[in-house]
């Protein structure tokens, strides 16, 4: 049986090619696509996950900031300024859509994001994606292997004491690359995406390299400026697609690369010039906020985020208006907080 005639050709998850980076338009590859980070009408919902009224940075750049500033009410809900807050002549720092009138109001708002984010944290031991299964069972359901290179593959594995089961089954049993990764779509019901026009240059703009290396998610290609494909090698991580989802204001589709192709394009992407980062360890919670809080202060950002990465808080922060495209690597800076709470 010929490995690409086989029954799983067009059984990706998502039904057709459409979901794959290389179907779309090549219109669609233009960096310009990117919007400008949106901004969420309401500061408890930041990113792209609420409906807001959208309004760009340019908006708080423009040549009334200041009189934005003025007129605009410190986001802390519990500020006691008053009014003597349109005394100060201040049009940033704005973080999650929302001004605020003083460092203390920055602060406030800063420890309510932080509680925030470390309330999901808790409940996500769990992998909801333990039943899945096997993958030498999917393969051998779809015929895509015999059950004698099965029992080679898990024999091969059970010697060796480790590896994973599609690289002894691709390195031993003559099974095809591109059927294993197929087989491990399937188990995660998502798409197989490609490689083809990744640009590592513009797609390290859109996340610290850390979440690159620590992670393995791998930012491919924007898809009319709102789809962020991004790659997984064997296993998505939900919880980074959703934290980039959030911080970006792009819908995220995940999916899965063939280990070759995604080892070649992570290189790229590594070699790649990144957004400045400060990187940041802390054991409490109260410290955490006072060390963001002081970086939003000392930035000034028009417009700032804070999303959970797994153990890690990550603020961004924009200090220019972004009219379009990707961000300009000067004007973006990340804060990555890594939490080692007890
Ligand atoms: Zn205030």
């Known amino acids: 049986m010929s490995v690409l005639s086989g029954p799983g050709k067009t059984t990706s998850p998502r039904g057709q090619a459409g979901a794959s980076p290389r179907a779309s338009s090549a219109s669609a590859l233009a960096p310009a696509a990117l919007p400008p980070p949106r901004m969420a009408a309401s500061p408890k919902a930041p990113g792209g996950l609420a409906e807001g009224v959208e309004t760009g940075p340019a908006r708080r750049a423009s040549s009334s900031a200041w009189l934005g500033g003025l007129l605009s009410t410190c986001a802390n809900p519990a500020c006691s300024s008053g009014w003597l807050h349109l005394l100060r002549s201040r049009s940033a720092p704005v973080f999650e859509g929302g001004w605020s009138c003083s460092p203390a109001c920055t602060l406030a708002r800063l420890e309510a994001a932080v509680r925030r984010e470390l309330e999901g944290r808790r409940g996500e031991s769990g992998n909801p994606y333990r039943h899945r299964i096997p993958l030498g069972l999917v393969m ?12 080679g593959g898990l024999d091969a594995q059970k010697h060796a004491g480790d590896g994973r089961l599609g690289d002894w089954l691709t390195r031993h049993c003559g099974v095809s690359e591109q059927l294993v990764t197929r ?4 188990q995660w019901n998502c798409p197989v995406l490609a490689t083809d026009g990744f640009d590592p240059g513009a797609m390290a703009l859109l996340l610290p390299r ?7 998610a791998l930012p491919l290609r924007l898809a009319a400026g709102k789809i962020l494909y991004l790659g997984f090698e064997e296993r998505l991580d939900p919880v980074a ?8 204001g792009l819908r995220v589709e995940p999916g899965l690369i063939p280990a070759s192709q995604f080892a070649a394009a992570h290189q790229h992407l590594i070699a790649a010039r990144f957004p400045r980062a400060e990187l940041i360890e802390s054991a409490s919670e109260a410290p955490l906020a006072r060390v963001l809080a002081r970086a939003i202060e000392r930035k000034r950002p028009i417009e700032s985020r804070l999303v959970r990465v797994h153990d890690c808080l990550w603020l961004r922060m924009w200090t220019r208006a972004q009219t379009g495209g990707l961000p300009d690597i000067a004007s973006v800076e990340d804060v990555i907080c890594s939490l080692v709470l007890a």
Do not use: C
Request: proline share 3%; glycine share 6%.
């Open 183 to 186: 087989a491990l779509s399937l």
């Open 241 to 248: 697609a959703l934290a980039l989802e959030r911080m970006l």
């Open 140 to 151: 051998l359901e779809q015929g895509w292997i015999s059950p004698a290179q099965l029992r």
């Open 210 to 216: 850390l979440f690159v290396e620590a992670y393995g």
